[in-house]
């Protein structure tokens, strides 16, 4: 298992260009397999979800091409349903959390499909209700395969539905639409998840030819199609890369330039940055962060405490809460932080008390930060990244720290992170990877 030594202290300084977006990514890989037609993806990122994505494609035979480094080129028009039947499969599937959105382009144009409980960040219960049930009410059936441990899904022809989702899950939402683009008839989707991945899902398949409208808001209606076409489609930018280095410049005192962030898609995210005291300057589709001595949190109008939570889109995103959480170590004030989504993504904060932070874990959800401002620097530590967002946290705390520090099991970095101690080395930090 590979692990990063970063000497802490050390300014950033120049342009860092965010990558493609890791969850818009998989679910648009996942769309490929609803056509029989090339389908050309642009600014794919380089990490290891998406490459095990797309390895997993290239043995179920879906053809792969990669013509430039951030572009590939899939064509599903002969693809080995077998596959799905083997222990390779059940195995590499079962380690990524997005290879569940193959299950709704399968049975929608195949009639059938087969999934092991997936994997992804061990963050708390994940559960796949609401891919179910909304699969479910289209007219497929689930059975569950103890012995194996998986499901087997089947359908004849899917049928459009009313549905009200149980929570506006992403990939849940993702994995529904996809599905009902091939349904026969009218499917409306209510309480379905907005983010800018599933914009960009959506618009992706409309070009292939689905009939989707109500992109961008909570209600989704789409009308069936016999089949879909091929396309070229670009990824947006990784909001929650761009968030990481919002936070990564303020902490290590950085002026950097993130350039080609997406801003318009951004949401809340700039806002909830302000928020800490931080000053995020938007020059056109870029985002500067000046040089900051110091940076003070808000408090409510009526004074008090300020809280920084999670919400479906267009709220806050959980994947930054650990970020916002370390920069509030370093700022001057206090903040409570709630993660409201996830029961298990605030436990790494005791890796950051041994650095020399103030945080009271309040329960499993809850964390007050008093934050230390620029008086006490973090000490350099040596720490296990427990997932993705905890990694990139405790990375951003390491370069702010006085001393060297060691972050093992970095895997969960390079998940969602692409080459990033080359390109936050080519700006100044100082990461060696053993
Ligand atoms: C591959 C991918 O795209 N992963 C993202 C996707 O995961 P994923 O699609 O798996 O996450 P879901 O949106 O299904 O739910 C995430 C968690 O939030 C809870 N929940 C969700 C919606 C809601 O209205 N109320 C609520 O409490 C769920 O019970 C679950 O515990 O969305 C999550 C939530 O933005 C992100 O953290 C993940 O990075
Ligand atoms: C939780 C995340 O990813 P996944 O859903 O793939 O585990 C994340 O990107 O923060």
Same mark, same amino acid.
């Given at each position: 298992?590979?692990?990063?030594?970063?000497?802490?202290?050390?300014?950033?300084?120049?342009?860092?260009?965010?990558?493609?977006?890791?969850?818009?990514?998989?679910?648009?890989?996942?769309?490929?397999?609803?056509?029989?037609?090339?389908?050309?993806?642009?600014?794919?990122?380089?990490?290891?979800?998406?490459?095990?994505?797309?390895?997993?494609?290239?043995?179920?035979?879906?053809?792969?091409?990669?013509?430039?480094?951030?572009?590939?080129?899939?064509?599903?028009?002969?693809?080995?349903?077998?596959?799905?039947?083997?222990?390779?499969?059940?195995?590499?599937?079962?380690?990524?959390?997005?290879?569940?959105?193959?299950?709704?382009?399968?049975?929608?144009?195949?009639?059938?499909?087969?999934?092991?409980?997936?994997?992804?960040?061990? =963050?708390?219960?994940?559960?796949?209700?609401?891919?179910?049930?909304?699969?479910?009410?289209? !007219?497929?059936?689930?059975?569950?395969?103890?012995?194996?441990?998986?499901?087997?899904?089947?359908?004849?022809?899917?049928?459009?539905?009313? $549905?009200?989702?149980?929570?506006?899950?992403?990939?849940?939402?993702?994995?529904?639409?996809?599905?009902?683009?091939?349904?026969?008839?009218?499917?409306?989707?209510?309480?379905?998840?907005?983010?800018?991945?599933?914009?960009?899902?959506?618009?992706?398949?409309?070009?292939?030819?689905?009939?989707?409208?109500?992109?961008?808001?909570?209600?989704?209606?789409?009308?069936?199609?016999?089949?879909?076409?091929?396309?070229?489609?670009?990824?947006?930018?990784?909001?929650?890369?761009?968030?990481?280095?919002? !936070?990564?410049?303020?902490?290590?005192?950085?002026?950097?330039?993130?350039?080609?962030?997406?801003?318009?898609?951004?949401?809340?995210?700039?806002?909830?940055?302000?928020?800490?005291?931080?000053?995020?300057?938007?020059? !056109?589709?870029?985002?500067?962060?000046?040089?900051?001595?110091?940076?003070?949190?808000?408090?409510?109008?009526?004074?008090?405490? $300020?809280?920084?939570?999670?919400?479906?889109?267009?709220?806050?995103?959980?994947?930054?809460?650990?970020?916002?959480?370390?920069?509030?170590?370093?700022?001057?004030?206090?903040?409570? =932080?709630?993660?409201?989504?996830?029961?298990?993504?605030?436990?790494?904060?005791?890796?950051?008390?041994?650095?020399?932070?103030?945080?009271?874990?309040?329960?499993?959800?809850?964390?007050?930060?008093?934050?230390?401002?620029?008086?006490?620097?973090?000490?350099?530590?040596?720490?296990?990244?427990?997932?993705?967002?905890? !990694?990139?946290?405790?990375?951003?705390?390491?370069?702010?720290?006085?001393?060297?520090?060691?972050?093992?099991?970095?895997?969960?970095?390079?998940?969602?992170?692409?080459?990033?101690?080359?390109?936050?080395?080519?700006?100044?930090?100082?990461?060696?990877?053993?």
């Amino acid at each position: 298992m590979s692990s990063f030594v970063i000497e802490g202290g050390y300014k950033l300084s120049g342009e860092i260009t965010p990558q493609g977006a890791k969850n818009e990514a998989l679910e648009v890989i996942c769309a490929v397999l609803l056509t029989s037609e090339k389908v050309t993806i642009h600014n794919v990122p380089d990490i290891l979800d998406v490459n095990n994505l797309i390895q997993l494609f290239r043995d179920m035979q879906v053809k792969v091409e990669h013509p430039a480094a951030d572009t590939y080129t899939f064509q599903a028009d002969a693809i080995d349903l077998d596959y799905l039947n083997t222990e390779d499969f059940l195995r590499k599937s079962g380690s990524l959390r997005g290879s569940v959105m193959i299950v709704g382009p399968l049975v929608a144009r195949f009639g059938k499909a087969l999934i092991p409980k997936p994997g992804g960040d061990k =963050i708390g219960r994940r559960r796949l209700d609401t891919h179910f049930v909304g699969i479910q009410k289209l !007219g497929a059936c689930f059975s569950y395969d103890a012995e194996r441990q998986l499901y087997e899904i089947e359908a004849k022809r899917l049928k459009g539905a009313y $549905m009200l989702l149980d929570e506006a899950s992403v990939t849940g939402t993702a994995n529904i639409l996809m599905a009902a683009v091939l349904a026969e008839g009218k499917t409306t989707i209510y309480n379905a998840a907005c983010e800018p991945y599933l914009q960009q899902l959506s618009s992706m398949l409309n070009q292939m030819g689905a009939r989707i409208s109500g992109v961008g808001s909570n209600l989704l209606t789409i009308e069936g199609v016999e089949s879909l076409g091929g396309t070229t489609h670009t990824i947006l930018p990784d909001m929650i890369e761009v968030g990481s280095f919002i !936070g990564m410049a303020a902490m290590t005192a950085s002026d950097i330039t993130i350039k080609n962030t997406g801003y318009d898609k951004l949401g809340i995210i700039p806002e909830s940055f302000r928020r800490l005291g931080i000053t995020v300057e938007q020059i !056109g589709d870029d985002i500067h962060i000046p040089t900051h001595d110091s940076y003070e949190i808000d408090t409510f109008i009526d004074g008090s405490i $300020m809280t920084i939570a999670d919400a479906p889109w267009p709220g806050l995103t959980p994947d930054l809460l650990s970020v916002f959480l370390v920069v509030a170590t370093q700022a001057v004030g206090s903040v409570l =932080i709630h993660q409201k989504m996830f029961e298990s993504r605030l436990f790494f904060v005791d890796k950051l008390i041994d650095m020399g932070a103030q945080i009271i874990l309040c329960d499993p959800h809850r964390a007050t930060v008093i934050g230390l401002g620029n008086r006490f620097k973090l000490r350099g530590s040596n720490m296990v990244s427990p997932d993705i967002r905890a !990694g990139i946290a405790l990375l951003i705390a390491a370069m702010s720290a006085e001393g060297t520090s060691h972050i093992h099991n970095i895997d969960q970095i390079d998940r969602g992170y692409q080459n990033i101690d080359k390109r936050l080395n080519n700006i100044g930090a100082r990461i060696t990877r053993l």
